[in-house]
């Protein structure tokens, strides 16, 4: 699992073998409620709270904590069924849509409070702005508990297409509908973005139970899949102590395995996440994921050399994986030996045509370019890599010593000079940004 620099308020997770099995198990419910599965992305981001949701068109943001408080796999595929319809059924738009009916409900209650207050009615005046702010927002809450209860029956009926039982869906709102009475500082976000009632539910429930598919247990290869990867995300989050309570040494099997390699890794007991990636290895010898995992023991151990061979094994076994190619990259790049940079340089080019949003490879790919002499490539891949990232200031100047370096109009020049304009326009937000925060700390401080 890599951690690159944040782009949203919580890190982005990115695994191989998680964006691997989102696509494999999301893919046909996208497909079911008639979008196109390749337009609709997917994001991991580590944060302990149990939440989803979609943001900037079909971009799915997942919580880790709602993956792991997942039981199995068809209560995961519930909630990305119910994610997908907010994407199929438009609500994005149309939320905004209610927040101006909302909106101009609060201005017109403001506007009549206020000519009451200068008729000399003060206690009237309060009371239609109070009256007028709780119907606002009981317009909006009403709107969004309607787009809430048509996302369940649309996902309900995504599942149903695919085969399953949505009965997934109803255990993990189960699950959450407590703590809609508790106070909104401990309440999880899902409850509120997502407001639950006991009604909502039971039309879910005469819905799923109409199912052909109701009373199906999980699709075997799926939850086996999910169980491994909620065990793996377990073991790269938690503390070593916790993961080894949960999953103790003389639990044998592949999740338990799995679980103990990162808890072992994370508390430098090398030799012994060595042993189970090993043992991992011998269960499953052609899963690319498992020499990818021993790879990175052996590199994270000083092991370089004997890492490159375990690695190159992984690229073999999932050559379309551009996460599993940039661990080999960076692990020949990071031996600075000129025809080990040679070599990497293919291997990190085609990972970042594949991923352009993968920083890492790009960060790698500038110090190969680098070291070979090829400085305007250097410039050009760190220019990429700072924009994946969100960097809009660094990203300027790699791009402009870029359009500096390479002849104009070439394809190389062109790329440098959009990521210039982009990020210019970028970096000057930012920049008159960050100066209104600093007037309004001044300001603040001013009064004080």
């Given at each position: 699992?890599l951690?690159?620099?944040?782009?949203w308020?919580?890190?982005?997770?990115?695994d191989?073998?998680?964006?691997a099995?989102?696509?494999a198990?999301s893919?046909?419910?996208?497909?079911?409620?008639?979008?196109?599965?390749?337009s609709?992305?997917?994001y991991l981001?580590?944060?302990?709270?149990?939440?989803?949701?979609v943001?900037?068109?079909?971009?799915i943001?997942?919580?880790?904590?709602?993956l792991?408080?997942?039981d199995?796999?068809?209560?995961?595929l519930g909630v990305?069924?119910?994610?997908?319809?907010?994407?199929a059924?438009g609500?994005r738009l149309?939320?905004?849509e209610?927040?101006?009916?909302?909106?101009a409900?609060?201005?017109?209650?403001?506007?009549?409070?206020?000519a009451?207050i200068l008729?000399?009615?003060t206690?009237?005046?309060?009371?239609i702005m109070?009256?007028?702010?709780s119907m606002?927002?009981?317009?909006?809450?009403?709107?969004?508990?309607?787009?809430?209860?048509?996302?369940?029956?649309?996902g309900a009926r995504?599942?149903?297409?695919?085969?399953?039982?949505?009965e997934?869906?109803?255990?993990?709102f189960d699950k959450?509908?407590?703590q809609e009475i508790?106070?909104?500082v401990?309440?999880?976000?899902?409850i509120?973005?997502?407001?639950?009632?006991?009604?909502r539910?039971l039309?879910?429930q005469?819905?799923?139970?109409?199912?052909?598919?109701?009373?199906?247990k999980?699709?075997?290869t799926l939850?086996?899949?999910?169980?491994?990867?909620?065990?793996?995300?377990?073991?790269y989050?938690?503390?070593p102590?916790r993961?080894?309570?949960?999953?103790?040494?003389?639990d044998?099997?592949?999740?338990?395995?799995?679980?103990?390699v990162?808890?072992y890794n994370?508390?430098?007991e090398?030799d012994?996440?060595?042993e189970?990636?090993?043992?991992?290895v011998?269960?499953?010898?052609?899963?690319p994921y498992?020499?990818e995992i021993m790879?990175?023991?052996?590199?994270?151990?000083?092991?370089?050399?004997d890492?490159?061979p375990v690695?190159?094994?992984?690229v073999?076994?999932?050559?379309?994986?551009?996460?599993?190619?940039?661990?080999?990259?960076?692990?020949?790049v990071?031996?600075?030996?000129?025809?080990?940079?040679?070599?990497?340089?293919?291997i990190?080019?085609?990972?970042?045509?594949?991923?352009r949003?993968?920083?890492?490879?790009?960060?790698n790919?500038?110090?190969?370019?680098?070291w070979m002499?090829?400085?305007?490539?250097?410039?050009?891949?760190?220019?990429e890599?700072?924009y994946?990232?969100?960097?809009?200031?660094?990203?300027?100047m790699?791009?402009q010593?870029?359009v500096?370096?390479f002849?104009?109009?070439t394809?190389?020049?062109l790329?440098a000079?959009?990521?210039l304009y982009?990020s210019?326009?970028?970096?000057?937000?930012f920049q008159?940004?960050?100066?209104?925060?600093?007037?309004?700390?001044?300001?603040?401080?001013?009064?004080?």
């Open positions: 699992m951690l690159p620099a944040p782009a308020a919580q890190s982005i997770l990115r191989a073998e998680t964006e099995f989102f696509r198990s893919d046909p419910i996208f497909a079911a409620a008639g979008l196109t599965p390749q609709v992305h997917m981001l580590h944060a302990n709270s149990i939440n989803a949701f943001t900037g068109g079909q971009n943001f997942i919580h880790s904590g709602l792991l408080e997942s199995d796999v068809n209560e995961f990305i069924a119910h994610e997908t319809c907010h994407i059924c609500h149309r939320t905004g209610a927040y101006a009916s909302a909106g409900t609060s201005v017109l209650s403001m506007v009549l409070g206020a009451a008729a000399g009615g206690d009237a005046g309060m009371g109070m009256a007028g702010q606002a927002q009981g317009q909006f809450l009403a709107y969004s508990r309607g787009q809430e209860s048509e996302a369940d029956l649309a995504y599942l149903e297409t695919v085969g399953m039982s949505g997934g869906m109803i255990r993990f959450l509908r407590d508790l106070a909104q401990r309440q999880d976000p899902y509120r973005t997502h407001p639950l009632n006991r009604t539910i039309q879910l005469e819905a799923v139970e109409r199912s052909p598919y109701y009373g199906n999980p699709n075997p939850e086996e899949q999910f169980q491994r990867l909620k065990a793996k995300l377990l073991g989050l938690y503390e102590r993961t080894l309570r949960l999953y103790p040494p003389s044998t099997s592949l999740a338990a395995r799995y679980a103990r990162y808890a994370k508390a430098l090398w012994l996440a060595l189970e990636a090993k043992a991992l011998a269960m499953e010898p052609e899963n498992f020499h790879g990175q023991i052996l590199f994270e151990n000083g092991r370089v050399k890492s490159l690695f190159q094994k992984a073999d076994l999932a050559p379309d994986q551009p996460l599993i190619s940039t661990a080999l990259g960076q692990a020949m990071s031996l600075e030996d000129k025809a080990l940079m040679e070599k990497a340089i293919p990190l080019e085609d990972a970042t045509r594949r991923d949003g993968n920083s890492f490879a790009w960060f790919l500038a110090k190969a370019y680098s002499g090829r400085e305007a490539e250097a410039s050009l891949a760190t220019a890599r700072f994946s990232a969100g960097n809009p200031i660094q990203a300027v790699h791009a010593r870029a500096d370096s002849k104009a109009g394809p190389e020049w790329r000079q959009d990521i982009v210019q326009e970028a970096a000057e937000k008159k940004q960050q100066r209104r925060q600093q007037r309004r700390r001044l300001t603040f401080d001013n009064q004080e």
